[in-house]
C-alpha cells in the first residue's frame, strides 16, 4: 500500500490530525490555517453562554419545559477561574429547583453547559427525547429536566440532596479539543449526595457525530441507570460489563474521558 492510500484509510477513521505533511519545518499553509480555525472553535466554545432560547435549543425547551439555573460562579469569566464555584448551586438556584422538580425520581435529568455549550446546543436535541423515551419505556419516573449555567459535574452533589432521585444523569459539555467543539458527556450518579467524589460516578464520554450516536448513549446511559439501580451503588463498583449484562443487547465500548469535572 502506498502512503497516499495508507493516509486515506487512516483519515476515514479518525480526526486527528495525520499525514499532514510540512514545508521545511513548517506545517503547509492550509493544515496552518485550518489548526487556527479549529483552535478558535474551541475558544468560541469554551467562551459561549447556555441559551435554552436559541434556535437549536428553543424547540427542545418548548416540548420539555426546560428552565435553567445558575451555578455559584457569576459569570462566565468567574467560572472558568474557579471550578470550585461551578460545583454549587446558588441560593437562587437551589430555591429554583426546590419548587419547580419532584422529588424522589427514578432518573433526573440535568443539562450543563460545561466547557461547551455548542455540544449541548448540537446533541441535545436529539439525546433528551430519546432518552424520556427510553426511562418511560424502562417504567421509571423522571423528574422535570433543567439545565444548569456555569456548571461543573460535582454540582450533581447539590442537585442530589435537593431532590433525592435514585439516578442522577448530568449531560455536560465536554471540553473542546481541535477536532471537535461539540462532544458531550453524559455522568451518572447513585443517590448523589454531598462528599460523594469521581469515584462515585460512572462516565460516558464522546457524544457527537464522529463518536457515539444519540442512540448508542442512550442505550449505555440506561445500561448504566438500571446496573446501579440493581447494585444500589454507582461509581467504581460499576463496570460497562455490569451495564451491558442489564441490555437487551451489549452496547460497543466507551470511549476515553476528555471532560472536566
Known amino acids: 500500500m502506498n502512503l497516499a492510500a495508507l493516509a486515506g484509510r487512516v483519515r476515514a477513521v479518525t480526526p486527528a490530525r495525520v499525514f499532514v505533511g510540512r514545508t521545511g519545518t513548517s506545517y503547509r499553509t492550509a ?39 445558575g451555578s455559584a460562579a457569576a459569570d462566565r469569566a468567574e467560572y472558568l477561574r474557579r471550578p470550585d464555584l461551578g460545583r454549587r448551586l446558588s441560593d437562587e438556584a437551589r430555591a429554583q429547583v426546590a419548587g419547580g422538580c419532584p422529588p424522589g425520581a427514578d432518573l433526573q435529568i440535568v443539562i450543563g453547559d460545561g466547557l461547551s455549550a455548542a455540544a449541548v446546543d448540537t446533541q441535545v436535541p436529539a439525546l433528551l427525547p430519546a432518552l424520556l423515551t427510553a426511562a418511560a419505556e424502562a417504567g421509571w419516573s423522571t423528574g422535570q429536566p433543567f439545565a444548569v449555567r456555569q456548571c461543573r459535574v460535582g454540582i450533581m452533589n447539590d442537585i442530589g440532596d435537593l431532590l433525592r432521585p435514585t439516578v442522577i444523569v448530568m449531560l455536560i ?32 464520554s464522546n457524544i457527537h457525530r464522529r463518536g457515539l450516536t444519540p442512540a448508542q448513549a442512550v442505550e449505555h446511559i440506561t445500561g448504566l441507570a438500571q446496573a446501579m439501580r440493581t447494585a444500589g451503588t454507582s461509581g467504581v463498583s460499576i463496570k460497562e460489563t455490569t451495564a451491558a449484562r442489564a441490555l437487551p443487547t451489549a452496547a460497543p465500548p466507551e470511549a476515553d474521558p476528555t471532560s472536566s469535572t
Open 173 to 204: 459539555g465536554e471540553r473542546p479539543g481541535l477536532a471537535t467543539a461539540e462532544s458531550l458527556s453524559a455522568y451518572l450518579a447513585h443517590r448523589p449526595r454531598t462528599g460523594q467524589t469521581d469515584a462515585d460516578r460512572n462516565l460516558l
Open 31 to 69: 493544515n496552518l490555517l485550518a489548526l487556527r480555525a479549529d483552535h478558535a472553535v474551541a475558544r468560541d466554545a469554551v467562551d459561549a453562554e447556555l441559551d435554552l432560547a436559541s434556535p437549536a435549543l428553543a424547540a427542545t425547551t418548548e416540548r420539555f419545559g426546560l428552565f435553567s439555573v
